[in-house]
């Protein structure tokens, strides 16, 4: 063979190693001969089929070649199989090993490493956080001990932030609801920090003091800063006292209100917060205001559940759980007092139920200040309280009835007279049944009620009258007039002295019931629209449930009811007709509206007698009782039907 034809069939083996896809490990029999050539044959086919193994992921294929080029091949596989493991060791979070071959791809590699195992720190530091919150969140929600619960908290979540202090402050606001002073509740302190919660500048600190730091909590931003970048001022001094070198202070609102603020100290090193830290953290400062909310619901609900909501006293629940506790012989003798507000009905038709309350409320507040402070005191119905006094006797009790009695006798709430009628019983021995002590104090109180009910009641008409008056002297001076034009009705229609004695009494308090209308709309000088002479045209049923809770005046407020009737039945509040009006209520109405014609009024001009007695005519048969304005006109006024 010739030598160029050599050349050629060299060349076409060797480029179908490259070229080919099936190819023959056998070597032609003309090339066997050449010197070196089935070395290089054979090596680059095992090149070629290792580069085809490591194609399909065989890294481990033998190269049994030798020479520079098979020893690089084999070097190169196995940092392949060094790059395979590393990467197998980081899927399996390993991320201590690097790679030290390749060039820059190592260089990259390293770096991606080095992220990951950055990253994976981070993740691990995030997942104890997380569990850290829950742990924190499950001890503020399950432990019934607010102060505990939040103590423990913070020190779960110290540990698990790495900080070497954490804190909570709550707020104080003053009478206006404005934010004044803020005190240090609670802390957790690592061994590399002080503690400050002896410290007496942070109890009752001055909010204005430390503005730089509640401005932002108070607008629900974190407050986060390397301390010496904070400007001098009153906050950075604190803090550098404290040693702290870093800070971060979040705040727990409550009802959208401003209620306190979590802190973190760093004292190590300018410890910066990320904006992931910060939202974790965020979550455990809504923990504390959930498990501050949910614990002041749970006292609201059970103070309510023991408590009356319009005195603050004890309620009857309380009360009778109570009796039984305190029936032992170690509390013998046992008093109970129990007591009725006198004059509470007649207060709330004078007045209205605003009074009402107010009347509750004060003898409630006297009743809990004249009583010890081991004493029950306790509102148990509308207008009845009942107070247990524990080793007290009767001469003890009495004493503090005398006081009760008398601190009402001074007390003053608007125009209501305050006083309550009180029956005691003692429990001497332990044989005696407590519920049958009760009802002696009861059947006592009921007694006295009968007399102190009734009196006051009359004192508070009296009252009622004076008040009416003192606004407007001119409703004492119609008032006189009218009584006076109804007693010389009577003595004329022949009524016997005590007739004429109730009428005349009557004529002085048919308007009382002014005394529970608006007095805008009583002294209003236009003309009044259909609501304000509704609200007007009750004043007659008003007077009628004041009257009509003194006995002795019964009748009378039957009387003032039925004065604005009118003959025809167009009238008020009933419609009545005719003899169905009380006779001295036809003689009442008569009175009335002669003094109101005759006299100065906001509202018209007053009419002259002959212009007056002509209306009444007119209305004769209408608005008046026939028979009784022409005896007025001709037997008092002595003039011409």
Not at 278 to 299: G, K, P, V
Not at 552 to 579: C, F, M, N, Q
Request: include cysteine; charged fraction near 30%.
């Amino acid at each position: 063979m010739s030598e160029s034809s050599d050349t050629d069939l060299v060349i076409k083996s060797l480029k179908s190693l490259l070229d080919d896809k099936e190819i023959s490990s056998v070597i032609p029999a003309e090339l066997s001969a050449i010197e070196g050539f089935e070395q290089v044959y054979f090596s680059l086919l095992q090149i070629r089929e290792t580069f085809v193994a490591m194609g399909k992921g065989e890294l481990t294929y033998p190269i049994k070649s030798k020479g520079y080029f098979p020893s690089t091949m084999k070097g190169f596989q196995s940092s392949l199989q060094h790059l395979v493991w590393q990467t197998k060791a980081i899927s399996l979070g390993d991320f201590s090993q690097r790679v030290d071959f390749l060039g820059a791809f190592s260089a990259a590699f390293n770096s991606m490493t080095e992220h990951l195992a950055a990253n994976e720190k981070q993740l691990i530091k995030k997942q104890n956080m997380l569990k850290a919150i829950k742990e924190a969140t499950n001890e503020l929600l399950a432990n019934s001990d607010i102060a505990t619960s939040i103590s423990n908290s913070l020190e779960i979540i110290g540990k698990a932030a790495e900080v070497d202090r954490v804190y909570y402050f709550r707020n104080n606001r003053d009478k206006d609801n404005l934010l004044v002073t803020t005190d240090q509740k609670s802390e957790w302190t690592s061994l590399l920090c002080g503690s400050q919660i002896n410290n007496p500048n942070l109890q009752n600190l001055q909010i204005k003091e430390i503005s730089e730091l509640i401005e932002p909590l108070s607008r629900g931003m974190p407050f986060n800063c390397i301390v010496r970048n904070l400007a001098s001022s009153t906050t950075k001094k604190m803090l550098e006292e404290q040693k702290v070198l870093a800070i971060l202070v979040l705040p727990i609102f409550i009802e959208n209100e401003f209620w306190g603020f979590v802190g973190f100290d760093e004292c190590k090193y300018e410890r910066e917060w990320t904006d992931d830290d910060i939202a974790l953290l965020m979550s455990f400062s809504n923990s504390i205001s959930a498990a501050i909310s949910r614990n002041d619901a749970e006292h609201r609900i059970e103070y309510l559940s023991y408590h009356d909501q319009l005195t603050g006293l004890y309620n009857r629940r309380f009360y009778e759980e109570e009796l039984y506790r305190i029936d032992t012989a170690r509390n013998i003798p046992l008093t109970i007092g129990m007591g009725d507000v006198n004059g509470l009905k007649l207060t709330n038709d004078a007045f209205g139920h605003v009074a009402g309350d107010l009347l509750i409320r004060t003898v409630a507040h006297i009743l809990k200040r004249e009583c010890r402070n081991e004493d029950i005191v306790a509102r148990i119905g509308g207008d009845e309280f009942v107070i247990l006094l524990p080793g007290a006797d009767a001469q003890y009790a009495e004493a503090i009835i005398d006081r009760i009695n008398t601190a009402m006798a001074n007390e003053k709430a608007g125009n209501i007279i305050l006083s309550i009628s009180f029956g005691i019983a003692v429990k001497k021995d332990v044989s005696e049944g407590i519920h049958d002590v009760f009802k002696k104090a009861e059947d006592a109180m009921y007694k006295l009620k009968l007399s102190e009910s009734s009196n006051t009641r009359r004192r508070t008409i009296e009252l009622l009258l004076k008040v009416l008056y003192e606004k407007d002297n001119s409703e004492r001076l119609h008032s006189k007039r009218v009584s006076e034009i109804c007693g010389a009705i009577a003595k004329e229609m022949d009524f016997d002295e005590i007739e004429i004695h109730q009428i005349e009494m009557t004529g002085l308090m048919h308007d009382i019931g002014k005394t529970g209308i608006d007095e805008n709309i009583l002294k209003k000088t236009q003309k009044l629209d259909a609501g304000e002479r509704m609200i007007f045209e009750r004043h007659s049923e008003i007077g009628y449930r004041i009257l009509s809770s003194v006995n002795e005046y019964s009748e009378i407020a039957r009387y003032v009811l039925e004065h604005h009737e009118k003959w025809d039945g167009s009238g008020y509040p009933k419609g009545l007709t005719g003899e169905k009006i009380s006779l001295q209520a036809r003689i009442l109405r008569v009175a009335d509206t002669y003094d109101v014609l005759t006299s100065e009024r906001t509202y018209r001009k007053v009419l002259s007698e002959e212009a007056a007695i002509a209306e009444i005519k007119k209305c004769s048969g209408t608005m008046f009782d026939p028979a009784v304005a022409r005896i007025f006109v001709e037997k008092c006024l002595g003039k011409k039907w």
